[in-house]
């Protein structure tokens, strides 16, 4: 029997779980490019005053102080610290990456980050510096940050990345393809890329600030579920509208969804300009209220951002001593 989302969709939504689709199902919806097609149109419309609102009203919540001491450790252990320019050094890696291992010289109870984001020629020099302390490496591949290159391309990115020591890889995908309606090949790269990662985790990159519609964003973000993404990624931080509470709620709704269809859990990694402790607690609330504790850990929520790390340090040393401190506090990246 086909995978019918679309006609059960107003009942999951009520119920607690439902049985994971088979594997067959799910095979049934990628057998073609028109059954595909048939699947992403059919999945319901997005209600875009009714996301909005729920993530206005998501964004109102306060917390005590004692759970946001919790919130903002929770959430520097959730940080892919991220370099991702032109300019990049082995020395300017190397000195994220001692950053992102003691994010906080003067208080070693600080957690450390979950990963070093840089491209692919850096992969070796952060894995070199960061050796066994527990924080991942992470390369953007596939033709980061516009998606348009030739799939042996993308492939030997993400080769060379993985060959350099990456544990993750965030892919971006062809927004160009996808927005003409070509899903099967976008499916299939994902798929390809996924495969060539080998045992990294693959975090797939929508780009949401192009994608013109929340309905477009819930169908991709179906898409590279069922091509296998172990992450959805709302952006590359290299455009005008990035991560957004609308945007990034949307894809945690579409992870829970494919959780009861599927049996298959998929992290969620909000980036670009998510900035202050006050935006990544917000987050952390959504998280909490929509998908719940399962998904409040490393292994399944990420931030991708390279400023925010800093405003964290500053709050918790404020919780910590009663005090701000200078903006010297914190060394800038």
């Known amino acids: 029997m086909a995978f019918r989302y679309a006609r059960r969709y107003a009942q999951l939504v009520t119920m607690p779980s439902s049985p994971p689709q088979s594997a067959s199902a799910l095979a049934d919806v990628t057998a073609s490019d028109a059954a595909l097609r048939r699947f992403l149109h059919g999945l319901p419309g997005v209600d875009s005053v009714g996301l909005e609102a729920r993530a206005a009203a998501l964004g109102t919540r306060s917390i005590k102080t004692t759970a946001k001491a919790y919130a903002i ?65 992470a390369s953007v591949a596939t033709a980061f940050p516009a998606g348009r290159a030739a799939l042996p391309v993308k492939l030997a990115d993400t080769k060379d990345a993985v060959a350099a020591g990456a544990d993750e890889i965030d892919m971006v995908i062809d927004r160009g393809a996808f927005l003409a309606g070509r899903y099967l090949e976008v499916y299939e790269q994902i798929r390809a890329v996924k495969d060539a990662c080998g045992a990294a985790r693959l975090k797939v990159i929508f780009e949401t600030g192009e994608l013109s519609t929340y309905d ?105 001593t009663g005090r701000y401190s200078g903006p010297d506090y914190v060394t800038v990246d």
């Open 73 to 137: 450790d929770l959430a520097i252990s959730m940080i892919d610290l991220t370099t991702l320019e032109g300019a990049d050094t082995p020395g300017k890696v190397r000195a994220l990456s001692a950053k992102g291992v003691t994010p906080d010289p003067t208080d070693r109870a600080t957690p450390h980050v979950a990963a070093i984001c840089v491209y692919p020629d850096m992969v070796g020099h952060a894995k070199a510096a960061l050796g066994d302390s527990g924080v991942r490496v």
């Open 216 to 320: 477009n964003i819930r169908r991709v973000s179906w898409l590279a579920m069922l091509a296998g993404a172990d992450f959805v990624k709302t952006s590359t931080g290299k455009v005008a509208v990035n991560a957004t509470r609308p945007n990034t709620l949307l894809l945690m709704e579409a992870v829970r969804d494919f959780r009861r269809e599927s049996g298959r859990q998929v992290g969620v990694k909000p980036a670009g300009g998510i900035r202050t402790s006050k935006d990544a607690i917000t987050y952390l609330v959504m998280v909490n209220e929509t998908l719940g504790e399962d998904w409040l850990s490393d292994h399944w929520f990420r931030f991708g951002a390279s400023s925010l790390l800093n405003d964290l340090l500053m709050q918790r040393q404020k919780l910590r």
